[in-house]
């Protein structure tokens, strides 16, 4: 069990740059989220899959970001046109697909837009 | 949508004190986690709680679903506990977890 894994763990991108981010979930979780968590503040709900179904997406997910999960393993975050208000770190976490079950996160990867 | 308060949002402490972080959360929940983010930002599970009494080690946590909160001990305290606690709950029919502000904690040697 290799665990919740992300990349980058760090990207630097100018402002107007696309970047994509990686997430390999636990590989018997059905369930994958995507999270981003601001200096200060708890983590926020972007969106989460079951399978390579996206079944829910938070406001925060502006026309910008787009999440895929396409053969229901990994999944994709991109962010285009990035803006100094994405700079954050952002979480993935997968889980069983049993309503209540336990979620784990991976290391992160904080976005600096410069 | 259900909100979570965590309290305190700052304690600091020496080492070999206990202490004791709470979580209130306004509406009924079928999980809840504890999490410990380490300086390098990972969240790293403490407790899955939705109900009851757990241990490891040092740590406890206590969560009375009935009265909507949750209590996470800390004994014996050591500068490796330094850090952000986090609360995190997910609401009945719900399927993501909603987190608190969280606690950051200090343990001076």
């Known amino acids: 069990d290799t665990g919740v894994s992300q990349n980058p763990r760090h990207k630097i991108t100018k402002r107007g740059q696309n970047v994509t981010f990686r997430c390999d979930p636990i590989?018997?979780?059905?369930?994958l989220y995507w999270y981003r968590q601001t200096l200060g503040q708890g983590p926020e709900f972007l969106t989460y899959?079951?399978?390579?179904?996206?079944?829910?997406k938070s406001r925060l997910l502006s026309d910008r970001f787009s999440a895929e999960r396409p053969k229901g393993s990994f999944s994709t975050l991109e962010i285009q046109r990035t803006e100094q208000g994405d700079s954050a770190m952002y979480l993935c976490?997968?889980?069983?697909?049993?309503?209540?079950?336990?979620?784990?996160f991976g290391q992160g990867t904080r976005l600096t837009v410069v | 949508g259900i909100q979570v308060e965590q309290s305190p949002p700052d304690l600091i402490l020496q080492e070999g004190a206990n202490s004791t972080l709470r979580c209130n959360f306004s509406?009924?929940?079928?999980?809840l986690q504890w999490f410990h983010q380490n300086p390098w930002g990972q969240l790293i599970n403490l407790f899955y709680?939705?109900?009851g009494t757990k241990q490891n080690g040092r740590l406890s946590a206590t969560t009375v679903a009935t009265e909507r909160y949750s209590l996470l001990y800390i004994s014996s305290s050591q500068t490796t506990d330094s850090g952000v606690y986090f609360c995190?709950?997910?609401?009945?029919?719900?399927?993501?977890?909603?987190f608190g502000q969280g606690t950051r904690l200090t343990i001076n040697p």
């Open positions: 709680i939705p109900s």
């Open positions: 899959f079951q399978n390579e179904a996206q079944l829910e």
């Open positions: 590989s018997e979780h059905n369930r």
């Open positions: 976490a997968s889980s069983l697909a049993l309503s209540g079950s336990e979620a784990f």
């Open positions: 509406d009924s929940v079928n999980n």
């Open positions: 995190a709950v997910e609401r009945m029919g719900a399927q993501k977890l909603v």
